[in-house]
């Protein structure tokens, strides 16, 4: 079955640098849409990047474009989410998530496959 396992999270100052990962298995790794959600205390779930499996294209919200970088290692299983210049609002539990889809990930809203989410948290 799809398993996906997220670590690297932790305590940072804002300014600060962490890389997510997210280990796979039980499914190509190529053939799946992968992405990163995140929810803070009190407010809803939000997308904030995705990878599409057919050309690896990569697609972030807004408020962290330029600052967070995706990408995906098909050989070791793992995809990553490298976030520099860390704010305190980005705070929150960051998922990995899954979903066999054969084109562009910024078409694909819903996933079924999910991560139990590693704790980021930025503050001085």
């Known amino acids: 079955q799809v398993q996906l396992v997220e670590s690297g999270g932790g305590l940072v100052q804002p300014g600060g640098s962490l890389k997510l990962s997210c280990a796979t298995s039980?499914?190509?790794?190529?053939?799946?849409?992968i992405a990163w959600y995140r929810q803070a205390p009190g407010k809803e779930r939000e997308a904030v990047s995705c990878?599409?499996?057919?050309?690896?294209?990569?697609y972030y919200r807004d408020t962290v474009k330029g600052r967070f970088t995706m990408s995906r290692d098909n050989a070791k299983r793992t995809v990553y989410l490298q976030m520099n210049s860390l704010k305190p609002e980005d705070t929150a539990v960051y998922y990995c998530a899954a979903e066999s889809w054969p084109t562009n990930c910024y078409y694909l809203n819903e996933y079924t496959n999910w991560g139990q989410g590693t704790q980021v948290t930025v503050s001085s």
């Open positions: 990878i599409s499996s057919s050309d690896g294209s990569t």
């Open positions: 039980g499914f190509r790794l190529d053939l799946y849409a």
